[in-house]
């Protein structure tokens, strides 16, 4: 007789989803220390940054930056048009705002704080009111979801 074998993540979401039912939402841990998260590399920066936009409130913004990360040696070109945040390594065109990313600034704009990004060293160069304009249409996901049940 041939042992089943189990996916570890499969597992944790069946027994999850048994315990809602059986005693209700439990609620998500979320969070990382800042150690952490200024390991991030930029792609996953922005991509957490991306699932986050609340499209309908940001449908009207037309923004461009350029990213620095010197710590990891790349430069990437980001826009926010028509509630979609997106980017590009190395991409050519205007932008109304440059950013000098160091990996202290990095930990602290990944956490959501723009404004203790620039004590840890963010260096901004042109618009900065692009920066608050894109982290005003950031919308964190609800960490008490339910698993089973709508």
Do not use: K
């Amino acid at each position: 007789m041939l042992a089943r074998r189990q996916n570890s993540t499969w597992r944790c979401a069946y027994l999850s989803g048994a315990s809602e039912l059986r005693s209700g939402n439990f609620g998500t841990p979320i969070g990382a220390p800042a150690g952490l998260l200024g390991q991030l590399p930029p792609e996953l920066f922005f991509d957490a940054i991306a699932i986050q936009v609340n499209g309908p409130a940001a449908w009207d913004l037309d923004l461009a930056a350029r990213w620095v990360f010197p710590d990891h040696d790349a430069t990437y070109r980001t826009t926010l048009r028509n509630g979609v945040f997106s980017h590009v390594r190395d991409g050519s065109g205007d932008v109304t705002l440059i950013l000098t990313v160091p990996r202290p600034a990095l930990a602290a704009l990944a956490a959501g704080h723009p404004g203790a990004a620039l004590g840890a060293g963010l260096v901004l160069d042109g618009d900065a009111t692009a920066l608050q304009q894109v982290f005003g249409v950031l919308q964190p996901g609800n960490p008490d979801f339910n698993i089973v049940e709508p």
